[in-house]
């Protein structure tokens, strides 16, 4: 741990601009993926345990296309159709049933379904790592110190973009004002006739639909195993917990954070404290907010 | 205790000790049936009754599990070295060193749980509701990933378990015992438990815990005990367990939170949650189910579970016992206030 400190800071301090740049990579597909939970979170108290699962679902439907001969990017429309589609399935015969219920309902549906999305991929898949490649170039600098693949750039600028898509989706079209109106207090916006009803589907399927890009993303930049889908919900759930909903600057500053705890947990204290690092930063961030509310006589409910 | 509580005791414990001398070949998976009814009723304690769903249960059984491994082999040989060789050097334990190995194991497995069970209690009841599950979600994945980078103890590899020193064919029935008997003491232990007064704290946390609190009811220290004991017999179990798999590796067979860490809960949502039979009920019949899917469906079993749950999450909450108390109520002593149903009806 301590030769890995000298080489970071003492030997090759250059090693830190690809660390930084990678947390930069991975942390725009987790600002997607926690900004569509914070969605759903914030407009139907769902909490959506399957996020994680999504997104790698959207993952392998790429993964099939490019299979088929398409390339990823032009995956990404369809991709979006399908997961929304299935968002709205997985609403009308799920979510509208544990809506009003007490929210542990929710989750342990959503739990139920992660279990069956996880499975179904395995069986169809298998548990062998995949990925796509793009055939994008890689880019060295500073004498081969730091590689940055294209298709990571890429990613990044398609994320971006996406997340500008959906602001200004939720800030200027009627839809997005009727999700808002829904979100502040849906009872208030039902009597001002709206269809909450749709509105809930509509969100639900919007999120999947953004995981899904997300998923291309992640298969294109990173690696699609039917397993790591709740360590991505894991991370979501850190982010959204830290950020607070309807938070945008928080979610994505969040996201930024968390990849480059993940990248220098991986580098300083090895490989197999990568996962391990979003988990404990989720209970660290728990005990945060914990200790802040218990300040003012409040628990974190 | 009625007559009807009697005769079902004597049916279970009839059943419970004919069970695997009729069917012998079916010991091991009985044995685990009394594994998941103890998982499903000590969930029971803070989960149903308490309001407090954890999904971090499995923690304790999967610490139990390393902490009883690690005593019963360092006992008499240096740990380090055994796990190093990854099974290679198979040291021979006498009868005397299992058995004395074995029993110090499952106690302190037990005793150390409900140690950790304090110390995370402090950190993890301050959260309420979908906080409270997330975290403990959290704290089990994060207990296998860890446990997953010791290397003393394994790591990523895992330990293999000293091998039972009798006759291969004793070796279900012993572990069959002690399953049945620990499955038979935690369910005397919360059937205790709840007809003392903590019974009457617990669902007053469960209704309202802020109003419990201003009560006087001291909710910290109830909550903290009632998560200790389901801590003690999850340890205890998970080192039974761990001796019975004979091999453990952290993800899989330790901390399965994805997988176990579910299914407890849902046996206690599949039987009735908040109720002494309902977990059991529920364990006892999820077990059958997936023993029956694992061998007729093989390959679609995980997918046949999730199914599963998603069905009794989504269109059967209440459960076995909880539909039965809304059918029959008077049969549990619960006095319907005929008035208040039609005001009901008519509303």
């Known amino acids: 741990m301590l030769d890995n400190l000298q080489l970071l800071f003492v030997y090759a301090p250059i090693m830190n601009v690809q660390m930084i740049l990678d947390g930069i990579f991975v942390g725009a597909v987790f600002a997607l993926i926690a900004y569509g939970l914070a969605l759903v979170w914030g407009v139907m108290n769902v909490k959506n345990i399957c996020q994680g699962d999504m997104v790698i679902m959207g993952g392998y439907i790429a993964f099939t296309l490019y299979q088929l001969g398409v390339h990823p990017i032009f995956a990404i429309p369809i991709v979006a159709a399908v997961m929304f589609i299935y968002g709205w399935i997985i609403y009308v015969m799920i979510i509208r049933r544990v809506i009003d219920n007490d929210m542990f309902v929710s989750l342990l549906a959503t739990f139920g379904l992660s279990l069956l999305m996880t499975q179904v991929m395995n069986l169809i898949y298998g548990p062998e790592v995949q990925t796509i490649d793009s055939h994008f170039p890689i880019a060295m600098m500073f004498d081969d110190f730091v590689t940055i693949p294209m298709v990571k750039i890429v990613s990044l600028a398609l994320a971006m973009l996406l997340a500008a898509a959906v602001v200004i989706f939720m800030k200027k079209s009627r839809m997005g004002q009727a999700i808002r109106a829904t979100a502040q207090d849906a009872r208030a916006a039902r009597v001002l006739g709206i269809n909450t009803d749709n509105i809930f589907a509509f969100t639900y399927s919007l999120n999947a639909a953004i995981c899904g890009v997300a998923g291309v993303l992640v298969s294109m930049i990173w690696v699609l195993q039917p397993f790591y889908g709740i360590i991505y919900t894991l991370r979501t759930f850190a982010i959204v917990t830290a950020a607070g909903l309807g938070n945008l600057p928080g979610v994505i500053s969040m996201s930024f954070v968390l990849g480059w705890v993940e990248q220098y947990a991986g580098i300083v204290a090895g490989a197999e404290w990568q996962v391990a690092a979003s988990v404990l930063m989720l209970l660290a961030v728990l005990m945060w907010r914990q200790v802040q509310m218990r300040r003012q006589r409040q628990v974190v409910r | 205790m009625t007559r009807n509580q009697i005769l079902l005791y004597l049916v279970i414990a009839v059943s419970g000790v004919l069970g695997p001398i009729m069917f012998p070949n079916y010991t091991q998976q009985m044995a685990v049936m009394w594994v998941m009814v103890i998982m499903a009723s000590t969930w029971d304690i803070t989960g149903g009754q308490m309001g407090y769903n954890s999904l971090g249960n499995i923690t304790f059984f999967g610490v139990g599990m390393y902490v009883s491994a690690v005593i019963q082999v360092s006992m008499f040989y240096d740990i380090s070295l055994y796990t190093a060789s990854y099974g290679a050097i198979k040291p021979v334990f006498t009868d005397q060193q299992y058995f004395v190995g074995l029993f110090a194991g499952i106690l302190a497995a037990g005793v150390s749980c409900v140690i950790l069970a304090r110390l995370l209690g402090m950190v993890v009841f301050g959260l309420r509701g979908p906080y409270f599950a997330i975290g403990t979600l959290g704290v089990a994945i994060a207990a296998g990933q860890i446990a997953g980078t010791m290397d003393t103890i394994g790591g990523g590899a895992g330990i293999s378990m000293p091998f039972f020193p009798w006759d291969i064919q004793l070796r279900s029935a012993f572990f069959y015992i002690i399953c049945f008997t620990l ?34 009811i001291p909710t910290q220290k109830y909550k903290q005990f009632g998560w200790g004991i389901a801590a003690f017999y999850m340890g205890c179990i998970g080192a039974v367990f761990g001796n019975m798999v004979g091999y453990i590796e952290p993800v899989e067979v330790a901390f399965p939170a994805p997988t176990f860490g579910i299914f407890m809960v849902a046996m206690a949502l599949l039987g009735g949650k908040g109720t002494l039979w309902g977990p059991v009920l529920g364990a006892v019949l999820f077990h059958v189910v997936k023993e029956t899917t694992w061998t007729y469906l093989l390959g679609w079993q995980w997918v046949a579970l999730g199914f599963i749950l998603i069905v009794n999450i989504v269109y059967f909450q209440q459960g076995i016992m909880g539909w039965l108390q809304t059918k029959y109520p008077e049969k549990f002593g619960i006095i319907v206030d005929q008035s208040n149903v039609q005001a009901k009806e008519e509303a």
């Not at chain 2, 935690?186 to 704290?201: D, E, K």
């Not at chain 2, 617990?202 to 309202?208: E, K, P, V």
């Open chain 2, 183 to 216: 499955a038979v003491a935690s369910h005397f232990t919360i059937r205790w438990l709840f007809s003392t007064q903590f019974g009457l704290a617990a669902n007053a946390i469960r209704d309202d815990e802020d109003k419990a609190e201003a009560m006087g």
